[in-house]
T-cell receptor
Framework: AQKITQTQPGMFVQEKEAVTLDCTYDTSDPSYGLFWYKQPSSGEMIFLIYQGSYDQQNATEGRYSLNFQKARKSANLVISASQLGDSAMYFCAMREGFMDSSYKLIFGSGTRLLVRP | EPEVTQTPSHQVTQMGQEVILRCVPISNHLYFYWYRQILGQKVEFLVSFYNNEISEKSEIFDDQFSVERPDGSNFTLKIRSTKLEDSAMYFC????????????FGDGTRLSIL
């Protein structure tokens, strides 16, 4: 079974509008973390936002916020006021808390976002 | 802002040759990782390194792969005898201690095996 599922291979959004990128996860570990990364066409991986499983509030970082619904095992990324520079691949990733000597990330297959002017 | 640096940005190698990919993690970070991304696919975990030893590795990380931290700054990935299917983007990442700390990625090395 997939640990991280991103069901939207591609999304369009109009500039200045908000967009939600979906991510669902599967884990039996009560301690885990969810990350979102942006990968522009140039290829680098840019950290955007983090949500811990015990965090009471949804994470926010500037125009990025995370809609964390623990019971549904979903961690959707919301980008507000989209900009042309937001066009990129977006990956959801999970860290399961099995080992304190390794915090490996498991990635989803990604969503390609295209912002239209 | 400190960053993870990787060299080279692109490596072209003949099948069967050895290749070494180099990384300089962020200086105060304690956890180091290698990931790979085959063109158009998801990012896959290869290995994590902590306290001067491998702490976890995936099934991809077989005997052809090795990692080293030869000094206080460099972190290398060696592929002993490259195969065509090793062609991918290889990312180095590092993080501070703590479960909530994000992994910071380098810009990657694109490895092309001919």
């Amino acid at each position: 079974a997939q640990k991280i599922t991103q069901t939207q291979p591609g999304m369009f959004v109009q500039e200045k509008e908000a967009v939600t990128l979906d991510c669902t996860y599967d884990t039996s570990d009560p301690s885990y973390g969810l990350f979102w990364y942006k990968q522009p066409s140039s290829g680098e991986m840019i950290f955007l936002i983090y949500q811990g499983s015990y965090d009471q509030q949804n994470a926010t970082e500037g125009r990025y916020s995370l809609n964390f619904q623990k019971a549904r095992k979903s961690a959707n990324l919301v980008i507000s006021a989209s900009q042309l520079g937001d066009s990129a691949m977006y990956f959801c990733a999970m860290r399961e808390g099995f080992m304190d000597s390794s915090y490996k990330l498991i990635f989803g297959s990604g969503t390609r976002l295209l912002v239209r002017p | 802002e400190p960053e993870v640096t990787q060299t080279p940005s692109h490596q072209v190698t003949q099948m069967g040759q050895e290749v070494i990919l180099r990384c300089v993690p962020i200086s105060n970070h304690l956890y180091f990782y290698w990931y790979r991304q085959i063109l158009g696919q998801k990012v896959e975990f290869l290995v994590s390194f902590y306290n001067n030893e491998i702490s976890e590795k995936s099934e991809i990380f077989d005997d052809q792969f090795s990692v080293e931290r030869p000094d206080g700054s460099n972190f290398t990935l060696k592929i002993r005898s490259t195969k065509l299917e090793d062609s991918a983007m290889y990312f180095c990442a590092s993080s501070e201690a703590g479960r909530g700390q994000p992994q910071h990625f380098g810009d990657g090395t694109r490895l092309s095996i001919l």
